[in-house]
C-alpha cells in the first residue's frame, strides 16, 4: 500500500484509486458533526450558485458553510462545528459548500470514484476504512495544499504515519498548529465567536467511529453516506 500526499494539480493521476480529500479547518470536521445527528440526507456543493438553488427549491434544506471563512446571507448556519453540534437534524436534508472542503470532494470525483473525507474527528475511523478496503493506492488530496505544515498536511501525516510505523502525537501536532498561521486566525485573530473552539473541536482526534463515503447520486448531486466501523 502506498501513499501520496497530494494537491488539487495533482489528483488527475487518482484514477480509480482511493482519495481521502482532507479539510480540517473546518468543513470535514463540522460535517461529522453534522453527521452524527441524523440528517436524512447529505449534500455537498462546490458551487454556491447551486447551494442557493436548493435552498430555494427546497426551502426546507438546511443549508451551512461559508466562503472565506464566514456565513453567508440566507444561510443557516455557518461551516462551524461549534455552532451545529447540539442540533437536531433528523428527517432533515443538509446542503454544504465551503471554499475548499466540498469543492475539493467535486473535483475528486472528476478523477476516480472511491472518494471519503478527511479530517482528526474520525481518523481511527479513516484508518481502519484503509485496512479493511486494503487499496493498492491512498491519495492524501490536502485541500489546503502540501507547501507548509498547516492542519490538513499534518493530517495527511499522520494517516500515512501510522501505517508506516511512524506515528505522530496528537498534542505535538495541537501544539504546532496552535503557532501556525492556520491556527493563529482561529484563535488569536479569530473570524467569529465560534473560531476559538472550532479550533479545538477539529483537533479532538477519533470522537466518532464513522467515514463519510461520497457518491454522486441519480440526481447528479453529490451525497455523503456514513459508514460505522
Known sequence: ?????????NLKKA??????????????TTACYAMNNNPKDYIVV?????????????????????????KLSGFDYGNSPTEI?????????IIHTTTLGTRGVTNALRHTKEVI???FVNAKAIIN???????????????????????????AKYIKGYFENKPLDIDIIRKKLAEHESGIRYLVNPRTKYSKND?????????????????PAKDKLIHLKRIDL
Open 1 to 9: 500500500m502506498k501513499f501520496i500526499i497530494t494537491n488539487d494539480q
Open 15 to 28: 484514477q480509480e484509486e482511493l482519495v481521502i480529500v482532507i479539510d480540517v479547518l473546518r468543513a470535514f
Open 46 to 70: 462546490g458551487d454556491l450558485n447551486l447551494a442557493y438553488k436548493l435552498k430555494d427549491e427546497n426551502p426546507d434544506y438546511i443549508l451551512i458553510g461559508e466562503r472565506k471563512g464566514l
Open 85 to 93: 453540534k447540539d442540533l437536531d437534524f433528523s428527517n432533515k436534508t
Open 117 to 119: 473525507t478527511g479530517s
Open 129 to 155: 476504512y484503509i485496512k479493511k478496503e486494503n487499496p493498492n493506492y491512498v491519495h492524501l488530496f490536502c485541500t489546503s495544499g502540501t507547501s507548509d505544515d498547516n492542519e490538513d498536511l499534518m493530517f
Open 199 to 215: 479550533f479545538f473541536l477539529a483537533l479532538t482526534l477519533d470522537k466518532f467511529n464513522f467515514v463519510l463515503k461520497a457518491y
